[in-house]
C-alpha cells in the first residue's frame, strides 16, 4: 500500500515557497506546507495548490507528522533569528536522522553553526543556496546545498528533480560541501551577480550619457551581445528592461528613481574577502555603488555645485559600442575570477575541498549569473585544479588580451568625459595589479617601517626574513 503521508515538508508561504511546493509537487512529490499565519495556508490550499497533491499543516507538530521517515523539513523564511527559532520548535518534534533544510540566503557562518548543533542532536542538516528567483523556483531552479554529508542521498532525489537541467540535460544541483559550504557558495554567486549588473549599469550609462542614446537603441545593442561572448541571462534581462514601456509610452526605465536596494549577500562577500585577505576589487566597488546611489538628496545638490567635464563624445559611436561590449566582457570575467578566488581562498581555510569546476556547472541554468562561458570554467578546473586565478587559463587569458585595448579607452573615455563607470575601472585597475610583478607595496612597507618599526623583508635575502632600519629623527614615533 503506498505511503500517504508527504514526502517534505515546507514552512514559509511567501512567493519563493509556494512556487516551490508547485514544483515540488509538479514532479511527483506530495508536499505537506505550513506558515506561521495559518489564514496563508488555507489561502494557498484554495487558490493555487487547490486540487494538487499538497497538504496544509496548522503547525509545526503537525507538518512533522505527517511526513514520511526520514523527515526533510525545507524553511523559507527570512534569515537570522526566524530560522533558529523554527528549528528551536521543530527538534522537539524531530527523531534522529531527520533533515532540516534552510533554502533561504542565510550566513554561511550561521549554517556552519547550526549544522555542528543539529549533528550534536542526531539530526542532519542542509543549508541550500537556491538562485532562479519566482520563476527559476517554480520551473527550476539552481541548487547549492551544503551541511550534513549524511542528508545528501536523503534529499539528492528531490532537488535533482526540481532543478533546473543545464543543455547536456544535467540538473543544476550537486553536493557542494560540508557545514556552510552551500550558503558560502550562493553568497559568492550574488557577489558576482552584484559585479554582473554594476557593469551592465555602466555601460548603459555610458551609451545614455556619453552617446545619448535612447533605451529602445540600447535595447538593442544588448540584444546583439547577447547572441556573443556575452550571451548571459543578465544581458538578456538588460534587453527587455530597456525595451519595456511605462503605460504613457515612454522607456519604463526612465520613470525608476536611480536609487539601488540590496539585502546584504553581496556587502557578507566583500566583509568576507576582507577576512581572508583577498582582493575583490570589483565586487567591493559594486557594494559601494549601492551606497551611493542611496544618497540621491546629497547627489542632486552636489551636481549643482561640483564641477567636472560635460559628457560629450565626437568619435565613431559604432566603434565606441564595439569597445564597450568587449570591455563589459574583458570586466565580466574579472568578476567571476574574483568570486572563484574568494571560494579558493575560503575552502582551504576550512577544508571544504571545493571543486570548482562543479560549481560552475550548478550555474548553467536556473541561476541568476547562468552565462555562456561557464562550461570554459569547468574546462579551466578540469585542466589545472590547483589553477590560482581564472585569467591564468589560456582561454580566459586570451579572451581579456583580446578585449584589454578596447577596454582601456572606454574607461578613458568615461574618465575624461566624467561619466561614472566605477566597475569598469575597478576590474581594470585590479587586472593591472594582478599582472604587476612589481607593486609599490615595498615603499609602503618602508613608510610603515619609518612610523611604526613594522619591518619589512628585502629582495635579496630569503622570504619571512624581517629587517628594521632606524630611519633618522621622527622615526618609530607611531602605530598603525
Known amino acids: 500500500m ?15 515557497g509556494e512556487n516551490l511546493v508547485l514544483n515540488f509537487e509538479s514532479r511527483g512529490f506530495r508536499v505537506a506546507v505550513h506558515n506561521r499565519t495559518v489564514e496563508r495556508v488555507d489561502a ?31 524553511l523559507m523564511v527570512k534569515a537570522g533569528p526566524a530560522v533558529d527559532g523554527l528549528i528551536d520548535a521543530l527538534v522537539a518534534h524531530l527523531s534522529p536522522g531527520d533533515v532540516l533544510i534552510d533554502g533561504g540566503n542565510s550566513r554561511f557562518e550561521d549554517s556552519a553553526r547550526r549544522a555542528g548543533d543539529l549533528e550534536a542532536r542526531g539530526l542532519l542538516y542542509v543549508g541550500a543556496g537556491i538562485s532562479g528567483g519566482e520563476e527559476g523556483a517554480l520551473l527550476g531552479p539552481s541548487i547549492m546545498p551544503g551541511g550534513s554529508a549524511a542528508a545528501w542521498p536523503i534529499v539528492a532525489p528531490l532537488f535533482r ?28 554567486h550574488n557577489g558576482i551577480e552584484y559585479g554582473d549588473l554594476q557593469l551592465l549599469g555602466e555601460a548603459y550609462h555610458l551609451m545614455e550619457r556619453l552617446l545619448g542614446m535612447g533605451a529602445a537603441e540600447m535595447s538593442g545593442v544588448f540584444d546583439g551581445w547577447s547572441r556573443g561572448d556575452l550571451d548571459s541571462y543578465l544581458v538578456e534581462v538588460t ?22 536596494g540590496q539585502k546584504g549577500t553581496g556587502r557578507w562577500t566583500s566583509a568576507t574577502a576582507l577576512e581572508l585577505g583577498v582582493p575583490l576589487g570589483l565586487i567591493d566597488t559594486a557594494v559601494s555603488a549601492r551606497f551611493l546611489s542611496t544618497l540621491k538628496e546629497e547627489r542632486v545638490a552636489a551636481a549643482k555645485l561640483l564641477p567636472g567635464p560635460a559628457p560629450s563624445f565626437a568619435g565613431d559611436r559604432a566603434a565606441f559600442v564595439d569597445d564597450l561590449g568587449k570591455a563589459l566582457f574583458a570586466a565580466k570575467l574579472v568578476s567571476y575570477a574574483q568570486g572563484f578566488a574568494l571560494m579558493r581562498a575560503a575552502s582551504e581555510s576550512r577544508g571544504w575541498g571545493l571543486r570548482f569546476g562543479g560549481i560552475a556547472l550548478l550555474w548553467r541554468a536556473g541561476c541568476i549569473i547562468r552565462s555562456s562561458f561557464l562550461d570554459r570554467v569547468k574546462e579551466a578546473y578540469e585542466a589545472e585544479p590547483a589553477l590560482p586565478n581564472l585569467l591564468l587559463d589560456p582561454w580566459f587569458r586570451g579572451k ?38 612589481r607593486l609599490p607595496a615595498n615603499l609602503l612597507q618602508a613608510q610603515r617601517d619609518y612610523f611604526g618599526a613594522h619591518r619589512y623583508e628585502r629582495v635579496d635575502r630569503p622570504r619571512g626574513e624581517l629587517f628594521h632600519t632606524e630611519w633618522g629623527a621622527g622615526s618609530g614615533s607611531g602605530r598603525d
Open 239 to 260: 534587453r527587455d528592461v530597456l525595451a519595456a514601456r511605462d503605460a504613457d509610452g515612454r522607456p519604463l526605465v526612465d520613470a525608476i528613481l536611480d536609487v539601488a
Open 161 to 188: 528533480a526540481i532543478a533546473a537541467r543545464a543543455p547536456d540535460g544535467s540538473p543544476c544541483c550537486d553536493w557542494v560541501g560540508s557545514d556552510g559550504a552551500g550558503h558560502f557558495v550562493k553568497m559568492v
Open 44 to 74: 494557498f490550499l484554495a487558490g493555487r495548490a487547490k486540487g494538487r497533491n499538497v497538504v496544509g499543516a496548522r503547525s509545526v507538530a503537525e507538518l512533522v507528522a505527517a511526513l514520511k521517515t526520514p523527515r526533510r523539513v525545507m
Open 2 to 16: 503506498t505511503d500517504p503521508r508527504a514526502d517534505i515538508g515546507l514552512i514559509g508561504l511567501a512567493v519563493m
Open 400 to 437: 581579456v588580451g583580446e578585449a584589454q585595448d578596447a577596454w582601456r579607452r572606454v574607461v578613458s573615455a568615461a574618465a575624461l568625459s566624467g561619466v561614472w563607470a566605477p566597475g569598469l575601472s575597478a576590474a581594470l585597475a585590479w587586472y593591472d595589479g594582478y599582472r604587476s610583478a
